[in-house]
């Protein structure tokens, strides 16, 4: 007597700062449904730029703005996104380093323009941080210290490594890194916040499949993990 062959495995790709959390809840997941999940995660902008060329998957979790261009270029089904998480600016040091003020805007101002090097990354938040930098009227100074990290490198990596003294990015890719020390997240009044969506590729040939996948990363029930991992429920 033959036995049911499992269904297709669903293929996704996702930016870096979700890679730890969406690994967990998709083996949540496998567990409870039996459907395989394999989501590959690189930097953001090359994870958006190889769904633009029409490389195949199955779901796609990107920062929300990266996912409502993909909609409207039609490469995602439309009506398919759900928002998943919602992520915060952290600051890190090389472990054992002193630890500077993020109390305030200022404090934080000062510990960019005191830093020998500081680097954030290629994604929303540091398009975000280097704003915020211009609003300072500081670009232009710290411009010669900013080490950016090549896409799909963690930047507390680099901090480790003595090569950033000052890294910003995600507490969620900051949060188990070895060799640094979490100063905190940036203070309200400049904390950058990136919620992370998911939705179905146009082209999946498992769209229900997908459907019941963001509901289940979506669920109440998986808020805790997203707290473990630095981040909250969107």
Known sequence: MSSTPPAPVIRGISSMATRAILGELAQDWQRRSGQAVAIESVGGVDAAKRVLAGEAFDVV???????DK??????????????????GVAVAVAAGAPQPDL???????AAVLAAPSLGYSTGPSGVALARLFERWG?????????????????????????????????????????????????????QIDTVFSGAVCADSTRPDAVRALLAAMAAPEAAATKVRHGMAAA
């Not at 979790?61 to 996912?67: M, T, W």
């Not at 993909?70 to 992520?87: E, F, Q």
């Not at 020390?181 to 203070?187: E, K, R, S, T």
Request: net charge neutral; glycine share 10%; hydrophobic share 50%.
């Open 61 to 67: 979790i990107l920062a929300s703005d990266a996912i």
């Open 70 to 87: 993909l909609l409207a270029a039609g490469r995602l089904l439309a009506g398919s996104k759900v928002d998943l998480t919602r992520s």
């Open 103 to 109: 109390s305030s805007e200022d404090s934080v101002r």
């Open 138 to 190: 500081i670009a232009q100074q710290i411009a010669p210290r900013i080490v950016t990290p090549p896409p799909g490198v963690p930047v507390g990596q680099l901090v480790a490594r003595g090569e950033i003294a000052l890294g910003f990015q995600q507490l969620s890719e900051l949060i188990a890194l070895p060799g640094i020390a979490v100063v905190g997240p940036l203070p309200p009044a400049i």
